[in-house]
């Protein structure tokens, strides 16, 4: 759920016929510049099918959002070698709801096609994607969904991502046993979904007492500093419920306690994994893959070729949400999911992307 990046896009070069025109194009570059952020231009060929889509990223707190980006860069790079030259304009906020929303507004006086957010608030944007769709701009939120009925949504359900993780957590305890939970930021609309997920599951097992439920803000040295203190004052805990990054500080914690016995969810990222595998963690861990949003950027490019979804294929509250799997990591996979990424950055995060042409499939 978590850094910011430089923005990304396919590069293509274009010969002016006079140098007047050139001066303005140069102007126009820099006001660009200027008033959206980060960003980088990319005019399209002569010809080209082109596409400009900006993406907002709401949060520079982990190296999962640099990734997540950065795969948004390569879907775009894919649809190059297709013959679409996609400019991607990319602004970051530090958890600033309204600093996020003028960068939608911007994008769309930018005069993007289409814009791709991962959101700081399920809520707040509604009245900015009204004017964006009055305006004929597409918008796709991802990672975290949002109420706007003038909004899709392409990525993982949330919920069902927490649900999973709780539901093998508790059959690791047989169905009994005291827990905790760790969870995120609290107030951001992913954290609360993966809330509603895992209470849902426990609900369902008279035998599982939830002792607490804290906060460590997706962040690893919250995650230790908080999983020690819940040891502290629980010392016949058992397991534990945690997300993201934050279960490598928790994980440092137990193995610091020396509590071989407690069964706690895990993390994706290679260096946790590896980990994992020396120290004979009992844990399981839901992929959010920050390849979300190169998913989202594939759908937002059919959708823009004027294509139609098929029936059946958007759910959710709204009937706007297409749902990518959500793959699972435990005792039985985790070699296999391990041999891949060993010699990634130790940052780096199991991922997933919906391809362009399994983007294709969804549509007429």
């Given at each position: 759920?978590?850094?910011?990046?430089?923005?990304?896009?396919?590069?293509?070069?274009?010969?002016f016929?006079?140098?007047?025109?050139?001066?303005?194009?140069?102007?126009?570059?820099?006001?660009?510049?200027?008033?959206i952020?980060?960003?980088v231009?990319?005019?399209?060929?002569?010809?080209?099918?082109?596409?400009?889509?900006?993406?907002?990223?709401?949060?520079?707190?982990?190296?999962?959002?640099?990734?997540?980006?950065?795969?948004?860069?390569?879907?775009?790079?894919?649809?190059?070698k297709?013959?679409?030259?996609?400019?991607?304009?990319?602004?970051?906020?530090?958890?600033?709801?309204?600093?996020?929303?003028?960068?939608?507004?911007?994008f769309?006086?930018?005069r993007?096609?289409?814009?791709?957010?991962?959101p700081n608030?399920?809520?707040?944007?509604?009245?900015?994607?009204?004017q964006?769709?009055?305006?004929?701009?597409?918008?796709?939120?991802?990672?975290?969904?949002v109420?706007?009925k003038?909004?899709?949504?392409?990525?993982?359900?949330?919920k069902?991502?927490?649900?999973?993780?709780?539901?093998?957590?508790?059959k690791?305890?047989?169905?009994?046993?005291?827990?905790?939970?760790?969870?995120?930021?609290?107030?951001?609309?992913?954290?609360?979904k993966?809330?509603?997920?895992?209470?849902?599951?426990?609900?369902?097992y008279p035998?599982?007492?939830?002792?607490?439920?804290?906060?460590?803000?997706?962040?690893?040295?919250?995650?230790?500093?908080?999983?020690?203190?819940?040891?502290?004052?629980?010392?016949?805990?058992?397991?534990?419920?945690?997300q993201?990054?934050?279960?490598?500080?928790?994980?440092?914690?137990?193995?610091?306690?020396?509590?071989?016995?407690?069964?706690?969810?895990?993390?994706?990222?290679?260096?946790?994994?590896?980990?994992?595998?020396?120290?004979?963690?009992?844990?399981?861990?839901?992929?959010?893959?920050?390849?979300?949003m190169?998913?989202?950027?594939?759908?937002?490019?059919?959708?823009l070729?004027?294509?139609?979804?098929?029936?059946?294929?958007?759910?959710?509250p709204n009937?706007?949400?297409?749902?990518?799997?959500?793959?699972?990591?435990?005792?039985?996979?985790?070699?296999k999911?391990?041999?891949?990424?060993?010699?990634?950055?130790?940052?780096y995060?199991?991922?997933?992307?919906?391809?362009?042409?399994?983007?294709?499939?969804?549509?007429?």
């Amino acid at each position: 759920m978590g850094a910011a990046s430089q923005a990304g896009g396919t590069a293509t070069v274009r010969v002016f016929k006079n140098t007047a025109e050139s001066t303005m194009r140069t102007l126009l570059k820099r006001f660009a510049l200027a008033t959206i952020g980060l960003s980088v231009w990319a005019a399209p060929g002569a010809g080209a099918e082109s596409y400009r889509i900006g993406l907002s990223n709401g949060w520079v707190g982990s190296e999962w959002r640099t990734q997540m980006i950065e795969e948004a860069r390569a879907a775009a790079a894919a649809w190059k070698k297709q013959g679409v030259d996609i400019e991607l304009v990319v602004q970051s906020s530090d958890m600033d709801v309204q600093g996020q929303i003028a960068a939608v507004r911007n994008f769309i006086n930018g005069r993007v096609q289409a814009v791709i957010i991962n959101p700081n608030s399920p809520t707040a944007f509604d009245p900015i994607f009204a004017q964006a769709k009055a305006r004929g701009v597409l918008v796709i939120a991802t990672d975290s969904e949002v109420t706007s009925k003038d909004a899709l949504y392409v990525g993982i359900d949330q919920k069902a991502w927490a649900a999973q993780s709780a539901e093998w957590l508790a059959k690791q305890l047989n169905g009994k046993g005291e827990i905790v939970a760790i969870n995120g930021v609290p107030g951001h609309p992913a954290n609360q979904k993966r809330i509603e997920g895992y209470r849902a599951v426990f609900a369902k097992y008279p035998g599982i007492k939830v002792l607490n439920e804290a906060n460590a803000n997706w962040d690893q040295a919250q995650g230790q500093q908080t999983m020690q203190t819940l040891l502290a004052t629980y010392p016949k805990l058992q397991g534990a419920w945690v997300q993201d990054g934050m279960a490598s500080g928790a994980w440092r914690a137990i193995s610091a306690a020396g509590r071989k016995d407690i069964v706690a969810t895990g993390e994706i990222r290679t260096d946790f994994i590896a980990n994992w595998k020396k120290s004979g963690y009992k844990t399981g861990a839901s992929v959010n893959p920050p390849g979300v949003m190169a998913s989202a950027l594939n759908v937002a490019v059919w959708r823009l070729k004027k294509l139609e979804f098929k029936d059946g294929v958007l759910k959710g509250p709204n009937k706007a949400a297409v749902y990518v799997p959500i793959p699972f990591i435990d005792a039985t996979n985790v070699d296999k999911v391990y041999e891949p990424i060993k010699n990634k950055p130790p940052y780096y995060s199991v991922t997933s992307v919906v391809s362009i042409d399994e983007a294709r499939a969804f549509f007429k």
